[in-house]
T-cell receptor
C-alpha cells in the first residue's frame, strides 16, 4: 500500500484558495487517489477522487501530474466552515486489495 | 444525505460489559464494510475489513476475540466490543464500499458513517 505524506497543518483566510499537496511516491498502477474531509467527532466525508490529470466537482479540484507521485487538492475560496482535517488516501478496492489506510492528514485552519 | 448510518452515536458502558455498534448502508448493498478506530487528535486506524457472509479480516494488533465483527447482511455490519475496558474508549467509525450500480462511486470509494463515541467507565 502506498504511503502518503501531507503537511501536518495549514492556515488560510476566508476567500483564499487553498492547495494541499500529498506525496505518494510508491503509488501503484491501479491505485486511485481519494481525499476526505473530517470535522471533529464526525466520520470522514468524501471530497473527490481521481486517477490521473485533473478532476473537478462542485467543492474541489484534484490535480494529478503525469507521474502520479503526488496530488494536490484545491479548495477555491475557503470559508470558516472549511476548517477541518483533510486526508489523502491512495489505494484500490479491487484485485485482491481491499482496504484504504489513512495517513496523518492535514489540519486546515481558516481564519476570518 | 448520509449513505452510511451508525448507531448509537455515543454510548457509555461499565467496565467488563459488552457493547454493540451497528453500521448500515442506507441506499445500497455493501459487500464490504470497514471498521476504524480514532483517538482524539489522531488519524483513523483501520481495525478490520468485513465481507458479507464471511469472517472479518483483522489488522495486525487488533484482537479479534475482543472486537467481534458480524456482517450478516448486505446492509448491516456490527462491531461488538466485548469485556470493555477504559482503554477501549474511543471514536469508532464504520464505512462501506460504494456501489457503482447505485451511483455511489466507482468501486474504489468508501463512504463513512457518523461515528460512535464509546466511553467505558
Amino acid at each position: 500500500l502506498a504511503k502518503t505524506t501531507q503537511p501536518i497543518s495549514m492556515d488560510s483566510y476566508e476567500g483564499q484558495e487553498v492547495n494541499i499537496t500529498c506525496s505518494h511516491n510508491n503509488i501503484a498502477t491501479n491505485d486511485y487517489i481519494t481525499w476526505y474531509q473530517q470535522f471533529p467527532s464526525q466520520g470522514p466525508r468524501f471530497i473527490i477522487q481521481g486517477y490521473k490529470t485533473k478532476v473537478t466537482n462542485e467543492v474541489a479540484s484534484l490535480f494529478i501530474p503525469a507521474d502520479r507521485k503526488s496530488s494536490t487538492l484545491s479548495l477555491p475560496r475557503v470559508s470558516l466552515s472549511d476548517t477541518a482535517v483533510y486526508y489523502c488516501l491512495v489505494g484500490r478496492l479491487s484485485g485482491g486489495y481491499n482496504k484504504l489506510i489513512f495517513g496523518a492528514g492535514t489540519r486546515l485552519a481558516v481564519h476570518p | 444525505g448520509a449513505v452510511v448510518s451508525q448507531h448509537p452515536s455515543w454510548v457509555i458502558c461499565k467496565s467488563g460489559t459488552s457493547v454493540k455498534i451497528e453500521c448500515r448502508s442506507l441506499d445500497f448493498q455493501a459487500t464490504t464494510m470497514f471498521w476504524y478506530r480514532q483517538f482524539p487528535k489522531q488519524s483513523l486506524m483501520l481495525m478490520a475489513t468485513s465481507n458479507e457472509g464471511s469472517k472479518a479480516t483483522y489488522e495486525q494488533g487488533v484482537e479479534k476475540d475482543k472486537f467481534l465483527i458480524n456482517h450478516a447482511s448486505l446492509t448491516l455490519s456490527t462491531l461488538t466490543v466485548t469485556s470493555a475496558h477504559p482503554e477501549d474508549s474511543s471514536f469508532y467509525i464504520c464505512s462501506a464500499r460504494g456501489a457503482p450500480d447505485r451511483g455511489y462511486g466507482d468501486g474504489n470509494t468508501i463512504y463513512f458513517g457518523e461515528g460512535s463515541w464509546l466511553t467505558v467507565v
